[in-house]
């Protein structure tokens, strides 16, 4: 294939990818998939784990960021990544055993509304609801709401940033840029997971693709992540809804056109 057409098309999928991270904690599978997919015929297994080997570095570099800002509850975070990890595996199990395809298409739906709710009612909280829980409850709804995220993920494939943002920020009391810091570090660490899981199973990508879309993910998270951590509230939440309404919007359109 072209190298130009691969360049182009890595180019703006990492550029998607990045700013869904940097800004909203997004993973990085839900933009790049569908792209390489439509646009460069690629197997959709082998897709993923580009997708998500991209996601590792972005989601990393974005926490780091997030966490020099002292924007990352890294507690409450460990607690609920060992949630999602274990309930991802059992998701992936059960959608083994139910057809749930439909779902995927619920998924990206939900993002495209999520980033309508930030536009048209903004999260101006300090974290003062965090604040309010006590440590035994701090742990028990990051197990409950961490078990929930993780079996969707794992049955559905896709969304569990977009699922973390949206608890952290109702449920759980973060401001905005303390839930999209504590949600990239947890994505780090299943988009590891997930990565060395899909490469073991289903050899090594192409090592230009895979470089190029790590390179241009990376670099669009660090500038989303940066702009994020210096932005005021209104400012933040209204990038955080146009990037996912855009984001949605252009995914639904990949998989039609898919």
Request: with cysteine; proline share 3%; charged share 5%.
């Amino acid at each position: 294939m072209n190298f130009w057409i691969i360049l182009a098309v890595t180019f703006f999928a990492g550029m998607g990818a990045g700013l869904g991270t940097g800004f909203a904690g997004m993973s990085a599978a839900a933009v790049i998939s569908p792209m390489l997919i439509t646009f460069l015929g690629m197997e959709p297994y082998m897709a993923v784990g580009i997708a998500l080997a991209s996601d590792v570095l972005a989601s990393a570099a974005s926490a780091w960021t997030y966490g020099k800002n002292g924007n990352l509850d890294i507690r409450n975070a460990l607690v609920m990544l060992a949630a999602v990890l274990l309930f991802t595996m059992v998701g992936s199990w059960v959608s083994s055993l139910v057809p749930g395809a439909a779902m995927g298409s619920m998924s990206v739906f939900m993002t495209f509304l999520l980033g309508i709710k930030f536009i048209v009612k903004p999260v101006l909280v300090t974290g003062s609801g965090l604040a309010a829980l006590d440590r035994p409850a701090r742990i028990r709804k990051s197990l409950i709401w961490g078990s929930l995220i993780g079996f969707i993920c794992g049955f559905v494939g896709a969304g569990g940033g977009m699922m973390m943002l949206l608890v952290l920020t109702s449920f759980l009391g973060y401001s905005l840029k303390m839930a999209v810091g504590t949600s990239v570090f947890v994505m780090a660490f299943t988009a590891l997971t997930g990565a060395v899981s899909h490469f073991a199973i289903g050899g090594l990508p192409d090592p230009v693709i895979l470089g190029l879309c790590m390179l241009f993910t990376l670099l669009w998270a660090q500038i989303a992540a940066r702009f994020a951590n210096k932005a005021k509230p209104e400012t933040l939440n209204r990038a955080v809804g146009v990037v996912l309404v855009v984001l949605g919007f252009v995914i639904m359109a990949f998989q039609f056109l898919a």
